[in-house]
Nanobody, 124 residues
């Protein structure tokens, strides 16, 4: 079992930046590929970014490519999502997710564990 806790969300003006963190506890963090997903108000859950267990291979949704960066610190059991040039369309609840002993993926159903989410609101 892995517990994931997100932090770092908040209210920011368009063009601003935020860094989300997701800290894991319970099992060996480096065994898990990690992903970030988000759910805008009234919309479905959507993929944002993912990276593999050693943090070398990353993949981003087209909507965030060039603005968001996913990274991890296995010594700190934490995955980050650095977000720049935020837009009102980035407003959502952001979730981190962990996938055990397999490759990174963009499909939410492939993830084994989820955090509780953190709200990001971007004002225009």
């Amino acid at each position: 079992q892995v517990q994931l806790v997100e932090s770092g969300g908040g209210l920011v003006q368009a063009g601003g930046s935020l860094r989300l963190s997701c800290t894991a506890s319970g099992r060996t963090f480096s065994n898990y590929a990690m992903g970030w997903f988000r759910q805008p108000p009234g919309k479905e859950l959507e993929f944002v970014a993912t990276l593999n267990r050693i943090g070398i291979s990353t993949y981003y949704a087209d909507s965030v490519k060039g603005r968001f960066t996913i990274s991890r610190d296995n010594a700190e059991n934490t995955v980050y999502l650095q977000m720049h040039s935020l837009k009102p369309d980035d407003t959502a609840v952001y979730y981190c997710a962990a996938r055990a002993l397999r490759s990174a993926t963009i499909k939410p159903d492939d993830y084994d564990y989820w955090g509780q989410g953190t709200q990001v609101t971007v004002s225009s």
